[in-house]
C-alpha cells in the first residue's frame, strides 16, 4: 500500500516548515524591511522601463545587465559575480554544489537562522559556535574546527546586531582551511565589509542583498562575490531562470539611484541611534550596540514575552526569540520611520509603566 512517509527524505522528516507570524499589526518592525517604499520618480522609471518588457519572454538567466552594473559600482569583475533569488536561495546553492556529508556547516549562535535550516534541509552536519559575552566571536573554536567546513559570519549579525572584529574574521578566514561565507545583509548600515578581501583569499565568499538597503525585500534579489573557481561550480546547481525579469529590472534602476538610497540609510542609522538612546534610559531594558538597521534588547524580569505580546495588542509587530536560549529574554525591532518608531516609544513606554 502506498505510505507516503516511506517517501519523505530523513532529513526532511525532522524539519518543520519556516513560518512568520501570521498577525495583522498596522506596525510591522519584526523583518528588518526597509520602511520606505520606493519613492514616486524611481516607480516611474520603473514603469517606464516595464513597458518594454517581454512578458512572453524568459529571464536573462545570466542576468547580464545587472551584473555588469554591479561590477562597475562595486569593482569587482563580472565573472566574480553570481546574482539570485535573493541571498536565501545563494545560501542554498552553496550548500548543494560545496556541502558535503563528511565536513561541517559551522555558524556562530545565534545568527541567521537561514544557514542552519538549510544545512539541515540537505540533511548536513551542523555545528552552532556559541557567542561569548556581548556577542563576541571566539575565532580560535572555528580555527580549532576540523579542515574544510563550511563556516557561514553574518557581519553585521543578526540577530545581535554587532559587527564581529576584523582581526577575528581575518583569522578564521586565513587559519581555518575552510569556506568562509561572509553575509553583509546588512552592509548599508555599517560600512564595514570585506568584498575587495575576494581577490586576496581564494576561501572567501561575499553575500548582499537588495532587500534592505534598496527597500526591494519583495522582489528577491541578493548576489554573491567570490573567485571565478567558486562561482563556477555554482553555476552548475544555479536553476536556469532563477531571477526574474522585473526583479531584474528594478535592481539595475535602485542601483542607478544610489544617492537617495545613500540618504534613506543615513536616516536609518539616526533613528537607530535615537532608539538606542531611548531604550538605553528606559528602566528594565537593556539595549545592546548595533551597526544594522534592528536593535535587540534585552527585558528584565522575564517580562520579554509580556511586552511583545502587549505590543502587538497595540498594533506593533517586532520580532521574539522566546525559544533561542541565550536570548530567549530579548526582542527585537527593526527601524521604522521617524513617525513609526515615536509610536514604538511611546506604546513600549506605556507596557512598561504598567509592568512595574
Ligand atoms: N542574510 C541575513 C543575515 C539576513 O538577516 C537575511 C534576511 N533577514 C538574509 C540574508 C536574507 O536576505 P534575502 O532577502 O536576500 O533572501
Given at each position: 500500500?502506498?505510505?507516503?512517509?516511506?517517501?519523505i527524505?530523513?532529513?526532511?522528516?525532522?524539519?518543520?516548515?519556516?513560518?512568520?507570524?501570521?498577525?495583522?499589526?498596522?506596525l510591522?518592525?519584526?523583518?528588518m524591511?526597509?520602511?520606505?517604499?520606493l519613492?514616486?520618480?524611481?516607480?516611474?522609471?520603473v514603469?517606464?522601463e516595464i513597458?518594454?518588457?517581454?512578458?512572453?519572454?524568459?529571464?536573462?538567466?545570466?542576468?547580464?545587465?545587472?551584473?555588469k552594473?554591479?561590477?562597475?559600482?562595486?569593482?569587482?569583475?563580472?565573472?566574480?559575480?553570481?546574482i539570485?533569488?535573493?541571498?536565501?536561495?545563494?545560501?542554498?546553492?552553496?550548500?548543494?554544489?560545496?556541502?558535503?556529508?563528511?565536513?561541517?556547516?559551522?555558524?556562530?549562535?545565534?545568527?541567521?537562522?537561514?544557514?542552519?535550516?538549510?544545512?539541515?534541509?540537505?540533511?548536513?552536519?551542523?555545528?552552532?559556535?556559541?557567542?561569548?559575552?556581548?556577542?563576541?566571536?571566539?575565532?580560535?573554536?572555528?580555527i580549532?574546527?576540523?579542515?574544510?567546513?563550511?563556516?557561514?559570519i553574518?557581519?553585521?549579525?543578526?540577530?545581535?546586531?554587532?559587527?564581529?572584529?576584523?582581526?577575528?574574521?581575518?583569522?578564521?578566514?586565513?587559519?581555518?582551511?575552510s569556506?568562509?561565507?561572509?553575509?553583509?545583509?546588512?552592509?548599508?548600515?555599517?560600512?564595514?565589509?570585506?568584498?575587495?578581501?575576494?581577490?586576496?583569499?581564494?576561501n572567501?565568499?561575499?553575500?548582499?542583498?537588495?532587500?534592505?538597503?534598496?527597500?526591494?525585500?519583495?522582489?528577491?534579489?541578493?548576489f554573491?562575490?567570490?573567485?571565478?573557481?567558486?562561482i563556477?561550480?555554482?553555476?552548475?546547481?544555479?536553476?536556469?531562470?532563477n531571477?526574474?525579469?522585473?526583479?531584474?529590472?528594478?535592481?539595475?534602476?535602485?542601483?542607478?539611484?544610489?544617492?537617495?538610497?545613500?540618504?534613506?540609510?543615513?536616516?536609518?542609522?539616526?533613528?537607530?541611534e535615537?532608539?538606542?538612546?531611548f531604550?538605553?534610559?528606559?528602566?528594565?531594558?537593556?539595549?545592546?550596540?548595533?551597526?544594522?538597521?534592528?536593535?535587540?534588547?534585552?527585558?528584565?524580569?522575564?517580562?520579554?514575552?509580556?511586552?511583545?505580546?502587549?505590543?502587538?495588542?497595540?498594533?506593533?509587530?517586532?520580532?521574539?526569540?522566546?525559544?533561542?536560549?541565550?536570548?530567549?529574554?530579548?526582542?527585537?525591532?527593526?527601524?521604522g520611520?521617524?513617525?513609526?518608531?515615536?509610536?514604538f516609544?511611546?506604546?513600549?513606554?506605556?507596557?512598561?509603566?504598567?509592568?512595574?
Amino acid at each position: 500500500m502506498f505510505n507516503l512517509d516511506n517517501f519523505i527524505r530523513r532529513a526532511v522528516k525532522k524539519l518543520v516548515p519556516y513560518r512568520v507570524p501570521n498577525v495583522n499589526c498596522v506596525l510591522k518592525l519584526d523583518a528588518m524591511e526597509n520602511p520606505y517604499n520606493l519613492p514616486e520618480d524611481i516607480l516611474l522609471e520603473v514603469i517606464k522601463e516595464i513597458k518594454e518588457l517581454k512578458f512572453n519572454r524568459y529571464p536573462d538567466p545570466m542576468c547580464s545587465d545587472l551584473k555588469k552594473i554591479i561590477s562597475s559600482n562595486y569593482q569587482i569583475p563580472e565573472e566574480w559575480v553570481i546574482i539570485g533569488n535573493g541571498s536565501d536561495e545563494l545560501i542554498l546553492n552553496l550548500l548543494l554544489a560545496f556541502g558535503r556529508n563528511e565536513n561541517k556547516i559551522l555558524y556562530p549562535y545565534p545568527t541567521f537562522e537561514v544557514y542552519g535550516i538549510i544545512a539541515k534541509m540537505l540533511g548536513l552536519k551542523t555545528e552552532e559556535i556559541p557567542l561569548e559575552k556581548n556577542f563576541k566571536l571566539n575565532s580560535q573554536k572555528f580555527i580549532d574546527y576540523e579542515e574544510d567546513s563550511i563556516i557561514f559570519i553574518s557581519y553585521p549579525n543578526n540577530p545581535t546586531g554587532n559587527c564581529f572584529s576584523q582581526e577575528a574574521i581575518y583569522r578564521i578566514i586565513e587559519e581555518s582551511n575552510s569556506l568562509v561565507v561572509i553575509d553583509e545583509a546588512y552592509f548599508g548600515f555599517s560600512d564595514k565589509t570585506f568584498l575587495l578581501d575576494v581577490q586576496r583569499y581564494p576561501n572567501l565568499i561575499i553575500s548582499r542583498t537588495f532587500s534592505k538597503m534598496f527597500s526591494l525585500a519583495s522582489l528577491r534579489v541578493g548576489f554573491l562575490c567570490a573567485n571565478p573557481g567558486i562561482i563556477n561550480v555554482l553555476l552548475k546547481v544555479k536553476l536556469p531562470y532563477n531571477v526574474n525579469s522585473f526583479s531584474q529590472i528594478v535592481s539595475k534602476v535602485v542601483l542607478s539611484k544610489n544617492s537617495y538610497f545613500k540618504k534613506k540609510t543615513e536616516e536609518i542609522i539616526e533613528e537607530r541611534e535615537r532608539i538606542y538612546c531611548f531604550l538605553q534610559n528606559v528602566e528594565g531594558i537593556t539595549a545592546y550596540p548595533s551597526e544594522a538597521n534592528f536593535i535587540l534588547f534585552k527585558v528584565e524580569n522575564n517580562q520579554a514575552d509580556y511586552v511583545y505580546e502587549k505590543l502587538i495588542k497595540k498594533g506593533i509587530l517586532i520580532r521574539s526569540f522566546k525559544n533561542i536560549s541565550p536570548i530567549s529574554d530579548c526582542l527585537r525591532i527593526s527601524m521604522g520611520t521617524k513617525e513609526e518608531n515615536d509610536i514604538f516609544q511611546e506604546k513600549l513606554s506605556q507596557i512598561l509603566s504598567k509592568a512595574h
